[in-house]
Structure formats: C-alpha cells, structure tokens
T-cell receptor, first 114, second 113 residues
Framework: GENVEQHPSTLSVQEGDSAVIKCTYS??????FPWYKQELGKRPQLIID?????GEKKDQRIAVTLNKTAKHFSLHITETQPEDSAVYFC?????????????FGKGTSLLVTP | NAGVTQTPKFQVLKTGQSMTLQCAQDMNHNSMYWYRQDPGMGLRLIYYSASEGTTDKGEVPNGYNVSRLNKREFSLRLESAAPSQTSVYFC????????????FGPGTRLTVT
C-alpha cells in the first residue's frame, strides 16, 4: 500500500520566520495531496491541497509544492505567527482507485515562538 | 449545517466489552471514513464507505466492523474491545466524485482498560 513519510517530526521557529515540512510518498498512482492542521484536542482541518496536475499552489502565507518525478511534496509557511503552532499532517490519495481514502504521514509538531 | 457529528465524545470500556461509535453528516456526502489516531502514528484508515450500501477495509480493520446505515450515517463497532484499541477515532466524509476534500468530525476518545 501507499507509504507516506513526513519530516521533521518537530520544528521550532521564531515568529516571522518560514517553516518547511516535507513529505514523500511511495505509490506513483497517488494524485491528491492535502495538508491538515490539527490543534490540541481538535479535529484535523484542511489548510491546502494540491492535485497531481499542478506543481505549486499558494494561499496567502501557505504554499504547497509537488514534484511527481521525485514523489515528494512540501508545505511552506511564511511569516509564521504563534497561532500557526499545531501539528501538521500531509496525506496522499489514489483517488477513485482507493475510494479517495487518505494515507497520512505521522505529523510534524510546529512551535512558533514569539 | 452541523457538518460531521460523532457520539460519544468520550468512552471508557473494560476489555471484552462492546460498543458502537456513531457518525452522521448532513452535507449529503457520498463517501464516509473511519480513522484512528494514536500518538506519533498519524491517522490510519480503519474502514470506508465509498457510497451508500458499500464498505471496504482500510489499513487497520482487525477488531472492527462497520455499517453504512443510510447516506447520512456510518457506524463503527468494536465487538470485544482490547487495550490496543485505545485511541481517538475520527469519522470523515467527502462529497461526490468531483471533490477530494474530507471533512472530519470532532472525534471520540476511547480508553480500554
């Protein structure tokens, strides 16, 4: 099955700095790559996603890049703020081939210090 | 719209007891999913239902059964709970085949002693 690896497991940055989280996937049939943010005790919330026919997508301070050849994708957060502190999960999906189910990475705990 | 709702929020079971986790969505979504979340493990798929009347196993289905009662509801049953099933359980739903985004419920925190 699909294997999604995520690095780093923890990341500490100062407010205003950028943060980058990287994921790799194993199955070339994967075609959808979302990123979820989870605050302590809360449900995962989608923050950005990208499909395999696009190389980059940006939404204000958040961007995701995808390299299909290398099978890796990354989340970039610029001008980090303390409220960005949370656990971030990447995921990959093979679409209709697997009922659109998501395979998640193990998460990155991001701490933004003032 | 309430989105995706789950009951109960918390539950403590003894080993061997059974229980059903309930999930409902009011977004008219076709697909529904059950994930479990353990510390340091991310979320892992237990079962999913791509459409009403169908269910399929995910990555970690052992010890669980599911029922897609109707389009709104998808329940997860533990027939004989084990300590290894202590986890936070999330239900999610997704609209039809043109959309990929999954919406998660608030979760059920289950402890098996």
């Amino acid at each position: 099955g699909e294997n999604v690896e995520q690095h780093p497991s923890t990341l500490s940055v100062q407010e205003g700095d950028s943060a980058v989280i990287k994921c790799t996937y194993s199955d070339s049939a994967s075609n959808y790559f979302p990123w979820y943010k989870q605050e302590l005790g809360k449900r995962p919330q989608l923050i950005i996603d990208i499909r395999s026919n696009v190389g980059e997508k940006k939404d204000q301070r958040i961007a995701v890049t995808l390299n299909k050849t290398a099978k890796h994708f990354s989340l970039h957060i610029t001008e980090t703020q303390p409220e960005d502190s949370a656990v971030y999960f990447c995921a990959a999906s093979k679409g209709s081939n697997s009922g659109y189910a998501l395979n998640f990475g193990k998460g990155t705990s991001l701490l933004v210090t003032p | 719209n309430a989105g995706v709702t789950q009951t109960p929020k918390f539950q403590v079971l003894k080993t061997g007891q059974s229980m059903t986790l309930q999930c409902a969505q009011d977004m008219n979504h076709n697909s529904m999913y059950w994930y479990r979340q353990d510390p340091g493990m991310g979320l892992r798929l237990i079962y999913y239902s791509a459409s009403e009347g169908t269910t399929d196993k995910g990555e970690v289905p052992n010890g669980y059964n599911v029922s897609r009662l109707n389009k709104r509801e998808f329940s997860l049953r533990l027939e004989s709970a084990a300590p290894s099933q202590t986890s936070v359980y999330f239900c999610a739903s997704k609209r039809g085949e043109t959309g990929y985004e999954q919406y998660f419920g608030p979760g059920t925190r289950l402890t098996v002693t």
